[in-house]
């Protein structure tokens, strides 16, 4: 039964079916026979292969990626849609244990890899902070505030829908940063136990990076008696995880004031003002790894923000990759141990695995892997959809 007959078809050129077929959810703008010019951006589109066959339904953009496909079928694209999908993601939430009274940060839903492409919903307690990386979900962003607060035990009670930095062609869409359902509630969220101010009002990406739950925890177990670097700290998070470790002694840096004073903040929320074990310096990485002493710590943590955003500045991505963990080899004690990420989408595993290599090959010390580290499992990769996989992390032990 075809449900859609009144909403517009885009049609393939032929032989463009391939990836479709094998479920990938985006159409190439030169994947289509004929650039469309008079449906607007957002609209929900039908996609046909060349010979009139129905591929699926999925959000238009102008762009390079010019339909997101929401479903492969010709499936009505309305609340009962976005409320199956939404329960589907915390059906698969709950399954993982990550809504508890110790945890109350996770991510509900990870665009593709929850078969929401463009979609982005991070919880912190009450509060859910909803991310639109395509017009259609802005368009969306009422029904999915609304549905989300009404998944069953879930507890959403507000919606902040932030996306001002991640839509294309802004000044079109109008994106408002505010509150969609309820208003501020507080916004301390607890991470296995420990406690985070989170910041969606004026911080990065939806104010917490939840996709280094798993690495911190890891983190916190290796800290014991370590003098400690976490160099790019943004809301100190590695840093809050290697205190309550048991680490000796943390150092937090980061290039903007405003990361210090949130490490800070965040330390204090967790550790009597009697423990003096950590500081803050806003500082340039480059410049604090040049500056410091051979030998000053036993565990660095290097989490700097995507050097390569699209894959032209890959290159010099490499290059920045390898630049940095050079100086990490060359500085840290001996036994020491070096988590090391990535999180460049352009950036491959190998690609970053090869950049660490050179700069350990470069010191001559024996460096061994330890860990090899990706993303928590509230952001699944669709396996329809590898570019999905973006964290990439090493964990190194240096003699
Ligand atoms: N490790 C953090 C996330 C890091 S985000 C976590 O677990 O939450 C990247 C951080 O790097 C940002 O806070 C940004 O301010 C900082 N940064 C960017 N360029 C930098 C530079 N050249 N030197 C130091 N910090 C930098």
Redesign the pocket.
């Known amino acids: 039964m075809n449900h859609n007959h009144n909403i517009p078809t885009l049609r393939l050129r032929r032989g463009k079916e391939e990836s479709l077929d094998r479920l990938h959810p985006w159409v190439f703008s030169g994947a289509l026979s004929e650039m469309p010019r008079d449906i607007d951006e957002g609209t929900v589109v039908r996609v046909e292969a060349s010979d009139g066959r129905l591929i699926g339904v999925g959000h238009f953009q102008i762009g390079s990626i010019a339909v997101r496909m929401l479903d492969f079928a010709d499936t009505q694209i309305d609340e009962a849609f976005y409320s199956g999908r939404l329960n589907d993601a915390y059906a698969l939430r709950r399954a993982l244990g990550l809504q508890r009274p110790d945890n109350t940060a996770f991510r509900l839903v990870h665009g593709e890899g929850d078969f929401l492409p463009g979609l982005v919903v991070d919880v912190y307690g009450d509060t859910a902070v909803l991310q639109a990386h395509s017009p259609g979900m802005h368009f969306a962003r009422d029904i999915i505030a609304r549905e989300l607060t009404r998944l069953p035990g879930a507890g959403i009670a507000n919606v902040y829908y932030k996306s001002e930095t991640t839509l294309p062609f802004k000044a079109r869409l109008d994106p408002q940063n505010d509150y969609i359902i309820g208003s501020y509630s507080g916004n301390v969220a607890t991470e296995n136990g420990l406690k985070f101010h989170i910041d969606w009002l004026r911080g ?1 990406k939806t104010g ?2 939840v996709d ?1 739950r798993d ?2 925890a890891l983190l916190g177990r290796l800290a014991a008696g370590r003098r400690v670097l ?9 840093s809050v995880y290697a205190m309550a470790g048991g680490a000796t002694e943390v150092v937090s ?4 004031a ?2 210090v004073t949130l490490t800070e903040a965040n330390v204090k929320l967790n550790f009597p003002d009697s423990d003096t074990r950590h500081r803050a310096v806003a ?6 790894l040049d500056a410091m002493q051979r030998g000053a710590y036993d565990l660095i ?1 290097l ?3 995507a050097f390569a955003k699209h894959r032209s500045a890959l290159h010099n991505a490499l290059q920045g990759y390898r630049r940095l963990n050079a100086r990490a080899f060359e500085k840290i004690a001996p036994g020491g141990i070096l988590f090391t ?1 990535s ?1 460049s989408q352009a950036v491959t595993r190998e690609q970053f695995r090869v950049a660490v290599f050179s700069a350990a090959a470069q010191s001559r010390r024996r460096v061994r892997i330890l860990h090899q580290l990706t993303q928590p499992a509230d952001h699944p990769v669709s396996i329809y959809h590898p570019e999905g996989e973006y964290l990439k992390g090493l964990v190194l032990y240096v003699e």
């Open positions: 990065q917490f990076f280094q690495n911190r976490n160099m790019f700290c943004y809301t100190g998070g590695f840096v980061d290039s903007s405003k990361a500082e340039d990485a480059f410049k604090h943590v989490d700097p923000p990420f999180c």
